[in-house]
């Protein structure tokens, strides 16, 4: 039996080779951005600490042990003890859960929310003029004001923090969706999409939304750093969650009043908070490179979405 | 230029109303009654239906937002109910440290930002750029507050140099008031520098591979000409829209600041306000706020023709 002719082979063939060229040009990239890498791996273990926080501790973060009030750092308390003869080196791990848990669910949020919305207003110019109106109003506020005004209204909860800070953050995932969604809506390939008798929603979420949606996932990973940093922000003012709960802001505040005494106090939130940032800010970084090494947006260099109007 | 003044105050209109609308409903959307919350649990139920006539929370919501509104255009934002004063009186006594906060953050991010980034930039590359991005971006990383509680304990704490709190109002002498405001301007002008440095490098980066520099190479033009002529020049529109931007992050960072090194500004007054239920205070403060930064931003703008005179309204 005769096989299909030589020459589709051959395009056939071509074709692959290319494609595997392609895809391991973009793994070697990625293999290369070492900075991205050792971010990756940070996020990786904050993720991990943050899911087995009580395998990992080893302490409950909120058990006094009497009589080892403000210890310093030793073998049997890792980081020392607080005011209240708590663990800091627990807390510290129980801490990473609020921030997880309020990074990933603003970021989700908004990115799913402010995704829809792009959608809808880079594609319906009438819903679009009525929505950018309202977003650009809300962009004008600064972040960290709006922030704590929504959660000093609402009851303090970790809900209370995903919900002000989600209101906050949602204008700058749509901003980043609508942009290349107004920039698809008469391409070729979409005329051809409607020739071939496709509705709208189908044209938006086969045709445009994966041709727009690289720009958003970076900016969610940004968000996701923005996040974590207003977050402690937010528990640093005592506007977070509200104590006993451990959160890396609350901890700093604690000991923001004993700092002279016992400086092991802010350590160790302080640096993991940083540590946690700067990594997600490196993937974020690298996932702009990776997915369009030509773009540059604002984002790219570290300014948190609030500073943008 | 003036019909480009004029559409961009028009273009302002409803942003600041959209703005106005937010903070008004912020706290009609409470759970339950404001007048309840602001009062605690032990008030009476007198006292909560005073407080509700006093803020006029028994009128319809329509009327209480026109009311609203043209109270807020008048700039009358009521009375605090912790100070009993008018708003807008206890907001101009705390303006003087945030601006001063904010105004020595942003030189000292610019005028320490941009040499870094021109420094990066022309080492494009090699050992001192990789130093300064890695420096800058660890330095966006790290919260303001974070920086200042380091400042606070090195600097005051350990070396006992300058204050860890307090100010010092600038009639009393601008040298005191320098000193009460080093390490707060510190905290946050080094984000400022940070972001200033990183988009510096970028601006003039794209500038230094442009044909006219090309050009004023070849004619022999030596190095420091082009740099200052050249491509210093040409960057510094995106450097000054940096700034512009960055100054809503600057005021958010002085609400952070101010609470840690006790600085009685107007971000202190708002966290302040928020934890005694001080609603109007809150509401003046956020849009006061809001206003002036949109008002600046507009400026900024304007600045962009007189430094480029190619952008034409």
New interface residues.
């Given amino acids: 039996m005769a096989g299909p002719p030589d020459s589709v082979l051959t395009a056939s063939r071509l074709a692959l080779a290319l494609r595997s060229a392609r895809g391991s040009r973009r793994l070697r990239a990625f293999l290369r951005n070492r900075a991205m890498l050792a971010g990756l791996a940070i996020v990786t273990a904050y993720l991990l600490v943050a899911a087995f926080a009580p395998w990992l501790a080893p302490a409950s973060p909120l058990e006094s042990f009497p009589g080892v009030r403000l210890s310093p750092p030793s073998a049997k308390h890792l980081f020392g003890t607080d005011d209240f003869g708590r663990d800091v080196f627990s807390r510290v791990i129980y801490g990473s859960r609020i921030s997880v848990g309020v990074g990933l669910s603003v970021s989700l949020i908004t990115t799913v929310v402010g995704g829809f919305l792009g959608l809808l207003a880079g594609y319906y110019p009438a819903f679009d003029r009525v929505v950018m109106?309202?977003l650009?109003?809300?962009m004008?506020?600064?972040?960290?004001?709006?922030a704590?005004?929504?959660s000093?209204?609402?009851?303090p909860s970790i809900e209370t923090v995903i919900i002000a800070l989600s209101v906050v953050y949602t204008p700058y995932a749509v901003r980043v969706l609508r942009a290349p969604v107004l920039a698809n809506r008469h391409a070729v390939y979409v005329e051809a999409a409607r020739c071939l008798g496709s509705g709208d929603w189908r044209i938006l979420l086969y045709h445009i939304l994966p041709n727009s949606v690289p720009p958003l996932l970076v900016q969610s990973t940004f968000i996701f750093?923005f996040a974590i940093?207003a977050e402690?922000?937010l528990s640093?003012?005592?506007?977070g969650v509200p104590p006993p709960t451990p959160t890396w802001g609350g901890m700093?505040n604690d000991?923001?009043v004993v700092?002279?005494q016992a400086?092991w106090l802010?350590w160790g939130p302080?640096i993991a908070?940083?540590l946690v940032?700067?990594a997600l800010?490196?993937v974020g970084?690298g996932l702009r490179d990776l997915l369009d090494p030509r773009s540059?947006t604002?984002q790219a260099?570290?300014?948190?979405p609030?500073?943008?109007? | 230029m003036r019909t480009y003044l004029i559409q961009r105050l028009v273009a302002l209109i409803?942003?600041?109303?959209?703005?106005a609308?937010?903070?008004f409903l912020?706290?009609r959307?409470?759970?339950g009654d404001p007048a309840a919350v602001i009062l605690g649990d032990q008030a009476s139920a007198e006292a909560v239906r005073e407080l509700r006539t006093r803020l006029g929370l028994d009128d319809p919501l329509i009327v209480q937002y026109g009311r609203w509104l043209a109270n807020a255009v008048r700039g009358d934002m009521g009375r605090s109910l912790f100070f009993d004063q008018p708003v807008t009186s206890i907001l101009l006594e705390r303006v003087e440290p945030t601006v001063l906060l904010a105004l020595y953050g942003l030189l000292l991010g610019t005028v320490l930002g941009v040499p870094c980034g021109v420094l990066a930039a022309l080492n494009h590359g090699r050992f001192l750029d990789r130093v300064l991005m890695t420096v800058?971006?660890?330095g966006?990383?790290?919260?303001s507050?974070?920086i200042g509680?380091?400042l606070?304990?090195v600097v005051s704490?350990q070396l006992n140099l300058l204050p860890a709190g307090g100010y010092v109002p600038i009639r009393r002498g601008l040298l005191g008031n320098l000193q009460s405001l080093i390490l707060p301007s510190l905290s946050l002008g080094l984000v400022q520098l940070?972001?200033i440095a990183?988009?510096t490098r970028?601006a003039v980066l794209e500038v230094m591979t442009a044909d006219h520099v090309r050009v004023a190479y070849a004619k022999g033009l030596p190095f420091r000409l082009v740099l200052l002529r050249h491509i210093l020049r040409n960057s510094l529109v995106p450097i000054v829209t940096?700034i512009g931007?960055?100054?809503?992050?600057l005021?958010?960072?002085t609400?952070?600041i101010e609470?840690?090194f006790d600085l009685p500004g107007v971000g202190r007054l708002?966290?302040g306000s928020?934890?005694r239920?001080d609603y109007p205070v809150?509401q003046g403060?956020?849009l006061y706020?809001?206003c002036a930064?949109?008002l600046v931003?507009l400026a900024v703008d304007l600045v962009y023709s007189w430094l480029d005179p190619r952008i034409r309204y």
């Fill in positions: 109106r309202i650009d109003g809300l004008a506020f600064p972040g960290i004001l709006l704590i005004a929504i000093g209204v609402l009851k750093s940093l402690a922000t640093f003012l005592g506007l700093l000991g923001k700092m002279v400086p802010i302080g908070l940083v940032t700067l800010n490196l970084d540059f604002l260099q570290g300014l948190p609030s500073g943008r109007r | 409803p942003v600041l109303l959209v703005v609308t937010v903070v912020l706290v959307l409470t759970p800058s971006l660890a966006i990383s790290t919260p507050f974070v509680l380091l606070a304990y704490a940070a972001l990183r988009m970028t940096i931007l960055s100054l809503a992050v005021m958010g960072g609400v952070v609470t840690l708002a966290v928020i934890l239920r809150i403060v956020i706020v809001t930064i949109a931003n």
